[in-house]
């Protein structure tokens, strides 16, 4: 298919994709003649995977293109399926754990309570940082997340985590490829799940005889 047909079967327009191409987003297509080019299935893919990422995940392109560029060609051996996956969602931050061993371990609320919960995680990862900054918000807000509320949101989220390991298959491009995504695209739908559990809850309680 032209570059027209690709565009309207994707639905997106035709200056954005040769945008995509110019950034190394698309890969290109098949030289038919020195301005024109031929595209396939795998392409509509690609631009459909890109849509996903943008508008469900909410990512920039700079972080879709480590995301497309790991998934292509993941460093599986070196990094480990975990190590790839945060490499492309969070870039230079990502936790490397060949040299995380050697580096002093910040301190911080959100590492000592995983310390106490037994949770086994590297305590560089970045994503505490994040934890601690959203745990701080909401106690500035007046939301009231203690340590027991986060524990039993813990308790449900430890079940959320058990589904999606079992989900990853053994092969590691494929895991690499399956982390990255259902982190990215599922994370939407979880939230979605939540706000209709709370609806359906607040309901059901105000129904009760």
Known sequence: ???????????????????????????????????????????????????????????????????????????????????????????????????????????????????????QIDLHDPVLDDLDRAWAACESAGIGVDEERLDAYADAVERIGEIDVASVPPEPTAAVRQVILGTVLVDPVLTALRRLAQQHIAVSRDHRP
């Open 1 to 119: 298919m032209r570059m027209s047909a690709l565009s309207a079967r994707t639905g997106v327009s035709v200056p954005t994709l040769k945008y995509y191409l110019r950034e190394g987003l698309l890969p290109p297509g098949r030289a038919t003649s020195p301005n024109q080019a031929q595209y396939d299935d795998s392409h509509v893919d690609r631009v459909t995977l890109i849509k996903a990422l943008t508008e469900v995940g909410g990512l920039d392109l700079a972080t879709v293109g480590r995301v497309l560029h790991v998934i292509d060609r993941p460093e599986v051996e070196r990094l480990g399926v975990l190590g790839c996956a945060q490499r492309a969602l969070l870039g230079a931050g990502f936790v490397d754990l060949d040299e995380s061993e050697s580096r002093a371990i910040p301190t911080s609320r959100a590492r000592d309570w995983v310390c106490r919960r037994g949770w």
